[in-house]
Protein backbone atom coordinates (compact mmCIF):
# COMPACT_ATOMS: atom_id res chain seq x y z
CA UNK A 1 0.00 0.00 0.00
CA UNK A 2 1.45 3.31 -0.83
CA UNK A 3 0.54 6.78 0.88
CA UNK A 4 0.17 10.24 -0.96
CA UNK A 5 0.22 13.19 0.37
CA UNK A 6 -0.47 16.44 -1.40
CA UNK A 7 0.37 19.69 -1.06
CA UNK A 8 0.68 23.38 -2.00
CA UNK A 9 -2.84 23.99 -3.12
CA UNK A 10 -4.47 27.78 -2.22
CA UNK A 11 -5.96 30.97 -3.48
CA UNK A 12 -4.10 32.55 -6.38
CA UNK A 13 -5.43 35.46 -9.32
CA UNK A 14 -6.43 33.84 -12.36
CA UNK A 15 -2.95 34.20 -14.52
CA UNK A 16 -1.04 33.29 -11.39
CA UNK A 17 0.92 30.31 -10.68
CA UNK A 18 0.88 27.14 -8.15
CA UNK A 19 3.09 24.16 -7.82
CA UNK A 20 1.73 21.37 -6.46
CA UNK A 21 3.25 18.78 -4.61
CA UNK A 22 2.93 14.95 -4.19
CA UNK A 23 4.83 12.73 -1.25
CA UNK A 24 4.82 8.98 -1.60
CA UNK A 25 5.90 6.79 0.96
CA UNK A 26 5.21 3.08 1.71
CA UNK A 27 6.32 1.23 -1.31
CA UNK A 28 9.36 1.86 -4.08
CA UNK A 29 7.91 5.21 -5.57
CA UNK A 30 10.77 5.29 -8.71
CA UNK A 31 8.50 1.35 -10.15
CA UNK A 32 4.98 3.52 -10.43
CA UNK A 33 3.54 5.71 -13.27
CA UNK A 34 1.44 8.14 -11.07
CA UNK A 35 -0.93 11.06 -12.11
CA UNK A 36 -2.63 14.16 -10.86
CA UNK A 37 -6.70 14.42 -11.33
CA UNK A 38 -8.88 17.04 -10.03
CA UNK A 39 -12.87 17.41 -9.09
CA UNK A 40 -14.30 20.29 -9.35
CA UNK A 41 -17.88 21.17 -7.35
CA UNK A 42 -20.66 19.48 -8.64
CA UNK A 43 -18.38 17.62 -11.38
CA UNK A 44 -17.23 14.26 -11.92
CA UNK A 45 -12.88 13.69 -11.28
CA UNK A 46 -11.15 14.65 -14.17
CA UNK A 47 -7.54 13.53 -15.54
CA UNK A 48 -4.94 15.99 -15.72
CA UNK A 49 -1.58 14.82 -16.07
CA UNK A 50 0.26 11.61 -15.78
CA UNK A 51 4.08 10.67 -15.92
CA UNK A 52 5.76 7.71 -16.34
CA UNK A 53 8.08 6.20 -13.72
CA UNK A 54 11.18 7.29 -15.41
CA UNK A 55 9.75 10.38 -17.03
CA UNK A 56 9.97 9.92 -20.29
CA UNK A 57 6.45 10.21 -20.77
CA UNK A 58 3.98 12.48 -20.34
CA UNK A 59 0.61 13.40 -21.18
CA UNK A 60 -2.04 16.09 -20.45
CA UNK A 61 -5.75 16.73 -20.55
CA UNK A 62 -6.57 19.12 -23.53
CA UNK A 63 -7.72 21.83 -20.91
CA UNK A 64 -4.18 22.10 -18.95
CA UNK A 65 -1.69 21.13 -22.23
CA UNK A 66 0.77 24.38 -22.72
CA UNK A 67 0.16 25.66 -18.85
CA UNK A 68 0.49 22.35 -16.57
CA UNK A 69 3.80 20.68 -16.10
CA UNK A 70 3.99 17.48 -14.38
CA UNK A 71 7.47 16.00 -12.96
CA UNK A 72 8.89 13.42 -10.51
CA UNK A 73 12.20 12.97 -8.17
CA UNK A 74 12.50 9.86 -7.79
CA UNK A 75 15.06 10.67 -4.95
CA UNK A 76 12.75 12.36 -3.20
CA UNK A 77 9.66 10.13 -3.64
CA UNK A 78 7.97 13.27 -4.79
CA UNK A 79 5.61 14.15 -7.77
CA UNK A 80 4.63 17.82 -8.53
CA UNK A 81 2.17 19.39 -10.80
CA UNK A 82 3.56 23.27 -11.97
CA UNK A 83 0.38 25.49 -13.03
CA UNK A 84 0.91 28.46 -14.59
CA UNK A 85 -1.56 31.16 -16.53
CA UNK A 86 -4.27 29.60 -14.04
CA UNK A 87 -7.72 30.11 -14.87
CA UNK A 88 -11.07 30.41 -12.94
CA UNK A 89 -12.14 26.72 -14.41
CA UNK A 90 -9.20 25.37 -12.97
CA UNK A 91 -10.44 25.96 -9.60
CA UNK A 92 -10.98 22.07 -8.07
CA UNK A 93 -9.85 19.53 -5.15
CA UNK A 94 -6.46 18.12 -6.73
CA UNK A 95 -5.55 14.55 -5.90
CA UNK A 96 -2.64 12.35 -6.58
CA UNK A 97 -3.15 8.86 -7.71
CA UNK A 98 -0.66 5.69 -8.14
CA UNK A 99 -1.92 2.43 -9.44
CA UNK A 100 -2.27 -0.95 -7.74
CA UNK A 101 1.32 -2.58 -9.18
CA UNK A 102 4.70 -1.83 -10.74
CA UNK A 103 4.53 -0.51 -14.85
CA UNK A 104 6.42 -0.44 -17.46
CA UNK A 105 9.23 2.29 -18.05
CA UNK A 106 7.51 4.40 -20.39
CA UNK A 107 4.06 3.51 -19.37
CA UNK A 108 1.45 5.62 -18.46
CA UNK A 109 -2.22 5.55 -17.04
CA UNK A 110 -4.62 8.21 -18.49
CA UNK A 111 -8.55 6.52 -17.06
CA UNK A 112 -9.19 7.24 -13.26
CA UNK A 113 -10.38 3.26 -12.82
CA UNK A 114 -6.36 2.72 -13.58
CA UNK A 115 -5.22 3.89 -9.63
CA UNK A 116 -6.35 2.43 -6.64
CA UNK A 117 -4.43 4.89 -4.37
CA UNK A 118 -5.35 8.21 -3.70
CA UNK A 119 -4.39 11.31 -1.55
CA UNK A 120 -6.57 13.22 0.17
CA UNK A 121 -6.20 15.95 -2.35
CA UNK A 122 -5.44 19.77 -1.83
CA UNK A 123 -7.93 22.53 -3.17
CA UNK A 124 -6.85 25.10 -5.56
CA UNK A 125 -9.16 27.87 -6.14
CA UNK A 126 -8.75 30.60 -8.59
CA UNK A 127 -9.97 34.00 -8.33
CA UNK A 128 -11.02 36.59 -11.81
Known amino acids: QVQLVESGGGLVQAGGSLRLSCAASGRTFRWYGMGWFRQAPGKEREFVAA????????DYADSVKGRFTISRDNVKNTMYLQMNSLKPEDTAVYYC?????????????????????WGQGTQVTVSS
Open 97 to 117: AAPPQSTGWTQIFTAEWQYTN
Open 51 to 58: ISRNAGST
